[in-house]
């Protein structure tokens, strides 16, 4: 399969100090990539560069083929990338239903349906006020407004913060689903049993820098993985 999204030799600061340090990876098409890493590694700083949110310093951000690094935020979202982003950002005030309006843009109601046979909770809380939501519940409601926009590949940063194990589980099984209907995804996560069980491809990111990187069944088992991230033990 060819590369959906490649990202090469990315840098991006904040001010004088220096986040992401020629971070490269690449995302097969229908593709799960997963990038593990504590907080404050450079995570969410990768995912707002690609977005768009932050303008890189130097390398090269293509999709499908085409330079999209530098562009704003508007016109990636209109490429087809979209983003759920870290700590959920839902419109507590407003309708289940206006909530995932907002991120259909131009499909609007044609993507409704569709995106509300996901996440049969959100279909029969279509009228509630998102912020009455349980924490998973507006999980779900994060990563079905990111689907509105029908993109070709989406983005998950840190989709199981602050949710109980149950829940952590029904969330990456929907992942999954989501990607058995074509879609491409990256997923930042420090949750690293769960993204590994589910990604093809991944890397682990410390200070700024992708430090490990490659099959994900590798990674499980690789002793460096599993003292750091799963407890001491591989997962093969």
């Known amino acids: 399969m060819s590369a959906v999204l490649e990202v090469e030799n990315l840098t991006v600061s904040m001010g004088v100090q220096q986040i992401l340090h020629g971070v490269s990876l690449s995302v097969e098409e229908k593709g799960i990539y997963g990038v593990l890493g504590s907080n404050g590694v450079g995570k969410t700083t990768l995912m707002r560069a690609i977005s768009g949110i932050y303008k890189p310093d130097g390398?090269?951000?293509?999709?499908?083929?085409?330079?999209?690094?530098?562009?704003?935020?508007?016109?990636?979202?209109?490429?087809?990338?979209?983003?759920?982003?870290?700590?959920?950002?839902?419109?507590?005030?407003?309708?289940?239903?206006?909530?995932?309006?907002?991120?259909?843009?131009?499909?609007?109601?044609?993507?409704?349906?569709?995106?509300?046979?996901?996440?049969?909770?959100?279909?029969?809380?279509?009228?509630?006020?998102?912020?009455?939501?349980?924490?998973?519940?507006?999980?779900?409601?994060?990563?079905?407004?990111?689907?509105?926009?029908?993109?070709?590949?989406?983005?998950?940063?840190?989709?199981?913060?602050?949710?109980?194990?149950?829940?952590?589980?029904?969330?990456?099984?929907?992942?999954?689903?989501?990607?058995?209907?074509?879609?491409s995804i990256l997923i930042v996560e420090q949750n690293a049993k769960s993204v590994l069980r589910i990604t093809d491809q991944a890397a682990v990111m410390e200070g700024g820098k992708i430090v490990l990187q490659g099959d994900a069944k590798a990674l499980a088992a690789d002793p460096r993985v599993a003292e750091a991230y799963l407890g001491g033990h591989a997962h093969v």
């Open 59 to 183: 390398g090269t951000i293509r999709f499908k083929g085409e330079v999209v690094s530098g562009l704003p935020s508007h016109a990636i979202v209109k490429a087809g990338i979209s983003q759920a982003p870290e700590g959920r950002q839902i419109f507590s005030n407003m309708t289940v239903r206006e909530n995932l309006l907002i991120g259909g843009g131009r499909h609007g109601l044609s993507e409704l349906d569709h995106v509300a046979s996901l996440f049969p909770i959100l279909k029969e809380r279509i009228n509630q006020e998102a912020g009455s939501l349980s924490g998973g519940e507006q999980q779900m409601l994060c990563i079905g407004r990111a689907l509105m926009g029908k993109p070709e590949i989406l983005l998950l940063d840190e989709p199981s913060l602050g949710l109980a194990p149950k829940i952590v589980k029904a969330i990456f099984d929907l992942i999954e689903r989501i990607r058995s209907e074509g879609l």
